[in-house]
């Protein structure tokens, strides 16, 4: 099964719109199947500074591979899935000044 990932291995990405495949060099399958070892899904969230550029460089560089290129996908070993949703931006509350606060309270007195 190594031998088989490591010659023909894809890396799936999770993305917002839906799994996407990425067909890296011999060298590229190589170092993700060390990031895999453990786990057959990671999020981004975990990976170091170093291996997120790598990713992403990997992507930039060589694209995304459609589906139908893949010959079978059900075939095609996973070198692993990464996990990349969208970041969630923190719930905000409104500004309010601290007189709008204190006024309740001193209307009580």
């Known amino acids: 099964m190594w031998m088989e990932k490591l010659s023909d291995g894809v890396l799936r990405v999770l993305t917002p719109l839906g799994p996407r495949y990425l067909k890296p060099s011999f ?3 190589l170092y993700l199947l060390w990031i895999f070892r453990n786990f057959e899904t990671l999020p981004v969230k975990v990976l ?10 990997m992507c930039t560089r060589q694209g995304f591979v459609a589906v139908f290129e893949l010959n079978g996908l059900m075939d095609t070993p996973l070198l692993g899935t990464l996990e990349q949703r969208p970041p969630v931006a923190p719930e905000r509350r409104p500004n309010r000044s ?3 606060d204190v006024a309740p309270f001193a209307a009580d007195l």
């Not at 170091?48 to 460089?57: E, F, N, V, W």
């Open 27 to 29: 060298t590229q399958r």
């Open 48 to 57: 170091s500074l170093r291996q997120q550029r790598r990713i992403d460089a």
């Open 98 to 100: 601290v007189s709008e």
